[in-house]
Each structure stands twice: as C-alpha cells, then as structure tokens.
C-alpha cells in the first residue's frame, strides 16, 4: 500500500477523565482484509469506529494536574497534526480480566506515521516524566475479544503484545 497522508487533525477536545483521540474519518480508513479476517486461526471483526489515542486516560490525568488543558490545547495546535497511513499492519494478542474469568483480546493495527505526536508526547515527557515517552502510533483496524481492541500506551507495551506483522 501507498502511504496516504489524512486530512490535518483539529483539536479534539481534551477531558481529563477520559482517554485523549483524535477521530480518523471511516471513509479513509479502508483495509485490505475486508469486514473479517482471519490470520493464525484467530478470526477478527473490523471495527466501524477509528481513532488514534494520544493519551490513555490515566495520562490524560497526569496532564491536566500537571500543565492543565490550556498548555496542552497550546502544545497540540503548534504542531501538524496530518498523521500518514504506512500499510504496514501488526497482530496483537492480550489476555484481560474479565466477568467471568479472563478474556482472550487480540486487534489488528495499522502503524501511523505521525511526527506530531512523537513531537507532543516528548515535550509532555521533559516536562512531566518518562512515561510520555515512545508513543506508538497507530489505528486499530480489526479486533477480537474486546471491541474497544486493547490499548499501546507505548513502545514497551507494544513488545509485550506484539504476535507478529501482518502482510497486506
């Protein structure tokens, strides 16, 4: 796949209860898997909703005590925000907690290529501390398990899920 680049991202909107996205447009969110897919025996659903989660929400709280919302509204609009879709895909698997015992989760991403958020993230990271470092962005295509997919803060937790890369 060629990269696409996306239209340029407003700002979303910031709450500190809950996690930071920006929306991706469905319409350009097209995958070359179809409504399914089945890779290593595990059969995924594709998701109808698109995001790419700048901070999960326990970040979120550490931002908004830290700098506040007007700094970071600040740091967001100085940047591009115009992420560019690279084609290249990756199988994660999780176990979770669940109702009833533990829910096996897996999702399909899609890696993103978006210097905006590395740019973000690292100045949250020299003013707040390391855990806003090594963003992963990405945009969750498929999932199984939970449909909300399963959450990479960061490069670390991307090791601890990642199965393997998917071939388009």
């Not at 199988?91 to 958020?117: F, N, Q, R, V």
Request: proline fraction near 10%; hydrophobic fraction near 45%; charged fraction near 20%.
């Amino acid at each position: 796949m060629e990269e696409a680049r996306l239209p340029a991202l407003p700002w979303p909107g910031f709450s500190p209860g809950r996690a930071f996205v920006l929306p991706l447009p469905a319409e350009l969110m097209a995958a070359p898997f179809g409504d399914a897919c089945g890779i290593d025996g595990v059969r995924l659903k594709r998701k109808s909703e698109f995001h790419v989660t700048v901070l999960a929400q326990a970040m979120c709280r550490i931002a908004a005590e830290g700098i506040g919302e007007a700094p970071l509204r600040t740091l967001y609009e100085s940047l591009t925000w115009a992420p560019r879709r690279t084609g290249r895909y990756a199988l994660l698997h999780k176990t979770k907690p669940g109702d009833s015992g533990t829910l096996d989760c897996w999702s399909m991403i899609e890696y993103l290529d978006l210097p905006a958020m590395h740019a973000f993230r690292g100045e949250l990271a020299r003013l707040l501390g390391p855990t806003f470092a090594d963003p992963v962005p990405h945009v969750t295509h498929y999932v199984r398990g939970d449909p909300n997919g399963i959450g990479v803060p960061d490069t670390r937790a991307l090791a601890a899920l990642w199965v393997r890369d998917v071939a388009a």
